[in-house]
């Protein structure tokens, strides 16, 4: 089947994972302990999902395991977020890829674990996006397959012909190609070739050299 949509991850993939290390540093205040029971739950419900059908519900419950109320999460974790968010810049060449994609005649896509909000405006890129998803609208976090099942549907796009980039191998390729999709890794250099994903790339420009070799060879598009 001929690839007919391109969807990132956000966080560490459109921009230097330091930056997001640097974006979550101001949420271990003011409660380093819920900060800590906040990202031992995260690590958690990706090897044991919680049973929600929507963000409302996957975030009911996880208010209830941290045992601290909605407000306080939110004011603690995304609102900080939102906030610090507004520095990020993102790698060289992101807004061309995606220009280069959309010349292509494909639909551009992004899905994130973290809720997007005002990011892609913020990034520059909101007028190349054609759906962004968070993985909590979905109830479940990557590397579950709901998102990524989520997402295709919204596509109007057989997973087979959609291609998921990411910078995680556990959370973005796992999750991805237990659905059917095809898969990038973003990896630096020194760490070398990761077995898995359909093809490893270290910046956007090899990102678009390896892409077509992969796709925009004979006939598949």
Same mark, same amino acid.
């Given at each position: 089947? *001929?690839?007919?949509?391109?969807?990132?991850?956000?966080?560490?993939?459109?921009?230097?994972? @330091?930056?997001?290390?640097?974006?979550?540093?101001?949420?271990?205040? =003011? /409660? =380093?302990?819920?900060?800590?029971?906040?990202? *031992?739950?995260?690590? #958690?419900?990706?090897?044991? +999902? &919680?049973?929600?059908?929507?963000?409302?519900?996957?975030?009911? *419950?996880?208010?209830?395991?941290?045992?601290?109320? +909605?407000?306080?999460?939110?004011?603690?974790?995304?609102?900080? @977020?939102?906030?610090? $968010?507004?520095?990020?810049?993102?790698?060289?060449?992101?807004?061309?890829?995606?220009? @280069?994609?959309?010349?292509?005649?494909?639909? %551009?896509? %992004?899905?994130?674990?973290?809720?997007?909000?005002?990011?892609?405006? !913020?990034?520059?890129?909101?007028?190349?996006?054609?759906?962004?998803?968070? #993985?909590?609208?979905?109830?479940?976090?990557? +590397?579950? =397959?709901?998102?990524?099942?989520?997402? #295709?549907?919204? &596509?109007?796009?057989?997973?087979?012909?959609?291609?998921?980039?990411?910078? /995680?191998? #556990?959370?973005?390729?796992?999750?991805? *190609?237990?659905?059917?999709?095809? !898969?990038?890794?973003? !990896? =630096?250099?020194?760490?070398?070739?990761?077995?898995?994903?359909? $093809?490893?790339? /270290?910046?956007?420009?090899?990102?678009?050299?390896?892409?077509?070799?992969?796709?925009?060879?004979?006939?598949?598009?």
């Amino acid at each position: 089947m *001929k690839l007919e949509a391109v969807c990132f991850d956000i966080d560490g993939t459109l921009y230097p994972k @330091w930056q997001t290390t640097l974006h979550l540093t101001s949420s271990l205040f =003011p /409660s =380093p302990l819920l900060a800590l029971k906040y990202h *031992k739950f995260r690590r #958690s419900v990706r090897r044991y +999902p &919680l049973d929600a059908h929507n963000r409302e519900e996957f975030q009911e *419950k996880q208010a209830a395991l941290l045992g601290a109320p +909605p407000e306080k999460i939110e004011k603690q974790f995304y609102a900080k @977020w939102r906030t610090t $968010f507004t520095k990020i810049r993102v790698y060289p060449q992101v807004r061309e890829t995606f220009e @280069w994609l959309k010349s292509l005649g494909l639909k %551009v896509a %992004v899905l994130s674990d973290f809720p997007i909000e005002a990011k892609l405006a !913020t990034l520059a890129l909101d007028d190349l996006v054609d759906f962004a998803l968070c #993985s909590e609208e979905s109830g479940y976090l990557k +590397p579950h =397959p709901k998102p990524f099942l989520d997402l #295709s549907r919204a &596509l109007e796009v057989d997973p087979s012909a959609l291609l998921y980039v990411g910078d /995680s191998y #556990s959370k973005d390729i796992v999750g991805a *190609k237990a659905v059917g999709m095809s !898969t990038a890794l973003l !990896t =630096p250099k020194r760490l070398g070739k990761k077995g898995g994903a359909t $093809f490893t790339f /270290s910046d956007y420009n090899e990102f678009k050299r390896e892409f077509v070799n992969h796709f925009l060879k004979g006939e598949e598009l």
